[in-house]
């Protein structure tokens, strides 16, 4: 609440400022006092107040003597000049019976109020009150609005832009451009679906357009904070294990770790790294969910279905809760990937993003959660290509799509 008052009357002002402070429950910190007419447009030119209280006779200037015809004049400066920052509410407040009838039809017509200042009544703190209630009203009005407009159930990112388009193939036709979108780096993708309730669960998308953990991190802790985002998720293509995995699987996170973490010594000259995994968890809740999910729905034959209708070569692919890795460098090195298994037996994939997501999610508290899904488009060995990119980024974002019809119970029809 930022509110100003214009009266050049010492005594005036200080009853008017109790009013707000002692009834209203203003703090004085957010009134700001001026004694003139020029003084007040100064703060208009600077400031951007909710409530304007004006005394409809005021002087020109500190000091001077007041003049109803300045005060008038002043009035029409906030349709005339656009550098005038206009209150979202304005109220004339006098004690001359004269001026406070002529005043009347002026004040009416602009929708502004009108009150009759007493020192022998309390009638006009009243009024005031009033007044003052309605623009907190607005106010909270406003801001609901705001709010909500600005305010998702579920968001999904991915780091590259063919994962991206993937997700968007997914879900459907119906993802639209973000109006009146925050002026940041990103381009943002709305799509509402209705659950069988008649409930909206609204959504929001983004592509990082980078790979790596610190801008995955960024972005995430942006929807989080943005957003308000609840829930949220990442789709893409990662690498996996030989021997525990197959191409075209996908992997859900059970938990992350970063795998560049690591004191760098010395062994006979020779540089050894020493790492120091810590393991992000995901959310129990959410491995939980998804593991019902997986049980009762068995969702692998539609996916199947759905993949073989899109022309991608699959027959089957499995399913693994499991531990994922993380690191800022890609690996297409067999030792490399066995040394990393030797840490951490139910490893079952390898990303570069897992963990900024997870750490977003995890410092911000079990309000906020995040899930990533990923399909095996290699193993980490010399043999890694991109062929497998578009299948893995397609079944991760399908799997996340029939995973939130059954968790919200999406109303089928309004995913096509």
């Known amino acids: 609440m930022k509110i100003l008052i214009m009266d050049d009357r ?20 957010e009134i700001d006092q001026s004694r003139s007419l020029a003084s007040g447009r100064k703060l208009l030119l600077q400031h951007t107040y909710d409530l304007l ?16 015809d300045k005060s008038r004049k002043f009035i029409d400066e906030f349709d005339r000049f656009q550098r005038i920052k206009k209150p979202l509410v304005i109220i004339g407040m006098t004690e001359y019976d004269e001026e406070f009838k002529e005043m009347q039809a002026i004040y009416s017509q602009k929708l502004w109020d009108l009150i009759q200042y007493s020192q022998h009544s309390i009638d006009w703190t009243e009024t005031l009150q009033r007044a003052v209630q309605r623009v907190i009203d607005i106010r909270t009005s406003l801001a609901n609005s705001i709010r909500a407009h600005y305010q998702f159930d579920v968001g999904i990112i991915c780091a590259l832009g063919e994962e991206y388009a993937q997700m968007e193939r997914a879900f459907g036709s119906n993802w639209k451009d973000m109006e009146d979108a925050p002026q940041v780096d990103l381009k943002f993708k709305t799509l509402e679906l209705m659950t069988a309730k008649g409930d909206t669960i609204r959504m929001i998308s983004c592509c990082c357009n980078h790979c790596g953990m610190s801008v995955t991190a960024s972005v995430a802790s942006f929807l989080y904070a943005f957003f308000d985002v609840k829930e949220l998720y990442m789709t893409g293509f990662c690498a996996g294990y030989r021997g525990h ?6 992997v859900i996170a059970k938990s992350e770790w970063d795998y560049g973490s690591a004191k760098i010594a010395e062994s006979n000259g020779i540089p050894v790294s020493h790492p120091a995994p810590f393991q992000l968890p995901c959310s129990n809740a959410v491995i ?29 692919f499995d399913i693994h809760v499991k531990n994922g890795a993380c690191g800022s460098y890609v690996v297409a090195n067999e030792d490399v990937m066995t040394d990393l ?3 951490d037996s139910n490893l079952r994939s390898l990303d570069m993003e897992g963990y900024g997501l997870y750490t977003a999610s995890y410092i911000l508290g079990s309000d906020r959660t995040s899930l990533m899904i990923k399909g095996i488009a290699d193993l980490g060995d010399k043999d890694k290509d991109d062929l497998y990119h578009d299948q893995c980024s397609y079944t991760s974002a399908l799997f996340l799509r029939e995973y939130l019809k059954y968790k919200f119970d999406i109303y089928e029809e309004r995913m096509s």
Do not use: N, W
Not at 10 to 29: A, F, W, Y
Not at 53 to 68: C, F, H, I, S, T
Not at 245 to 250: F, M, S, V
Not at 293 to 302: A, L, W
């Open 53 to 68: 209280v004006l005394d409809l006779v005021m002087p020109q200037y500190d000091g001077g003597q007041p003049e109803a």
């Open 288 to 316: 939980a969910s998804v593991e019902a999910f997986i049980r009762e729905k068995d969702p692998k034959h539609v996916l199947l279905a759905e993949l073989t209708g899109e022309h991608f070569d699959v027959e089957q």
């Open 341 to 343: 298994y030797g840490r």
């Open 245 to 250: 995995t197959e191409y075209g699987d996908l």
């Open 10 to 29: 010492p005594d005036k002002l200080e009853q008017i400022v109790k009013v707000m402070t002692d009834m209203c429950g203003i703090q004085s910190s």
